[in-house]
């Protein structure tokens, strides 16, 4: 069952989730990104799986909130401790660590999150690190398998060679593309996210995605008023696209 705000942002294309970080359990710092994320205008947040973690994000907000990991147990705690929805990913923090997921891994873990899980939404990322072709086969797969949104990637795969907006574009470039792709292959929401700013907001909606996931470009930030900052601008983005859309 999907939270009545989430399906009417992703009804109006205007859905921005603000990531936290899947390996964040610094208290202090998660409160002041969903603070921000509160503040700013943002339609949910994304948080690590843990348990004290998800009570804290509950006392900061009453947005939704998603729950990242790759374990089907801390889905189930998640979901005990107050999580509104789950996600299969955020891999990016993986990459660093030497590791990756494939198409039968994914859709594996979709399944058996589905199946101790059936009434929750469910989102899933697919890794970036597939060919396109097969990013889009496994999207169609995950759908079939359960899922309700699925959610692209790609940031930490790009090396922009350009500074200022050129740059922040080439970063964008490899979840834009898989948005594009697989929006057409798919009849759920379709979130983009991982290097997007309030420069590629924009594109990612025009591509289309129904909604954004936003995490370094907020949570990297040393003060929580430019977190609050980044979020509005964020949402100020979503604007025109929205409109676009609609039109």
Known sequence: MMHSALQLAFAQSSALKIISGLNN?????VAAVVRAADQGG?????TAADADLI???RQQTQLPICVSAVETKLFV?????GADLIEIGNFDSFYAQGRQFSSVEVLALTREVRSHLPHVALSVTVPHILEL?????LAVDLVAAGADIIQTEGGTSSE???????????KAAPTLAAASEISKAVSVPVMCASGLSDVTAPLAIAAGAQGIGVGSAVNQLNSELAMIAAVRSLV???QPARLTRTV
């Open 25 to 29: 359990f610094d208290h202090e710092r």
């Open 42 to 46: 943002a339609t949910f947040v994304d």
């Open 55 to 57: 009570q804290l994000v």
């Open 77 to 81: 705690m998640a979901v005990e401790a």
């Open 133 to 137: 072709d097969q990013q889009v086969q």
């Open 160 to 170: 922009p060679v350009h500074a200022g907006t050129l740059g922040l574009i080439e």
């Open 236 to 238: 100020e983005a979503l």
